[in-house]
């Protein structure tokens, strides 16, 4: 089906900036949309944003805006996740995913990619 790999994550002090990456591979198909989550240690998975591959319709979290930007590379069935102005809070593990045909739901799932932000 799809396979999505993460990539980009590391150490960042407060107030810099790093770009995930996201690979799909397998077959990819435009019609569904791709999604940004993140995971802080002891708390639940949240949304961080969407977009579709033709970049018309994005959405992000409101903690994002301003700060987070997510851009695709349709040749290299490739999302980015650029994140600037980085936050002690934004440390996470984030997870790219890929909405299947029901909207809404995250078929796809990578492994996650660790973000550190150091005060």
């Known amino acids: 089906q799809v396979q999505l790999v993460e990539s980009g994550g590391g150490l960042v002090q407060a107030g810099g900036s790093l770009r995930l990456s996201c690979a799909a591979s397998?077959?990819?198909?435009?019609?569904?949309?791709m999604g940004w989550f993140r995971q802080a240690p002891g708390k639940q998975r949240e949304f961080v944003g969407i977009?579709?591959?033709?970049?018309?319709?994005?959405y992000y979290a409101d903690f994002v805006k301003g700060r987070f930007t997510i851009s695709r590379d349709n040749a290299k069935n490739t999302v980015y996740l650029q994140m600037n102005s980085l936050k002690p809070e934004d440390t996470a593990v984030y997870y790219c995913?890929?909405?299947?045909?029901?909207?809404?739901?995250?078929?796809?799932w990578g492994q996650g990619t660790q973000v550190t932000v150091s005060s």
């Open positions: 397998g077959r990819t198909f435009s019609s569904y949309r």
């Open positions: 977009t579709d591959w033709s970049g018309g319709s994005t």
């Open positions: 995913a890929a909405e299947g045909g029901v909207v809404g739901t995250f078929d796809y």
